[in-house]
């Protein structure tokens, strides 16, 4: 089995963590089978470590708070004809220390090493902290 490989992406429209957990949510609503899915125009080459454990961190307000488990990669063809890569995810968003991120397009890879580790059981749940207090705290290493 291949090592695994992450995503990071920009959370374009979300000023939180649970804004993406509601947005979402109200996309799925309705239907028990419905996974989450992030459309991109461009198709990961490194598809097999992706779907070997890798998940999608999410960057909202520049910085990764979240990630979910990248499940597959689907085949979307857009109104133009054009092929997309549809990237399913588990429903579970886990949230994740927080680890400063300047802004760019499309997607990274993500190594595993290189990867902000999930927040401690118990913690997963309390209020953020304001994405820029949250950023100077983890650029000198006490968040």
Not at 13 to 27: H, K, N, P, T
Not at 35 to 53: I, S
Not at 73 to 91: H, N, S
Request: with cysteine.
């Amino acid at each position: 089995m291949p090592q695994h490989v992450n995503l990071v992406k920009l959370c374009v429209g979300c000023e939180s963590v649970d804004d993406l957990a509601r947005f979402q949510r109200e996309r799925g609503m309705g239907d028990p089978d419905w996974l989450p899915r992030h459309v991109t125009r461009m198709w990961p080459k490194r598809e097999a470590e992706l779907v070997a454990g890798g998940s999608l961190y999410w960057v909202v307000k520049g910085a990764i708070l979240a990630r979910q488990r990248i499940l597959r990669l689907d085949e979307v063809i857009g109104q133009d004809g054009i092929r997309r890569c549809g990237i399913v995810m588990a429903r579970e968003i886990h949230r994740t220390q927080t680890a400063p991120r300047r802004a760019f397009q499309g997607w990274r890879y993500l190594a595993p090493a290189d990867a902000p580790a999930d927040l401690p059981p118990g913690r997963e749940g309390e209020e953020a902290l304001p994405a820029e207090l949250s950023s100077k705290l983890a650029e000198i290493g006490i968040f």
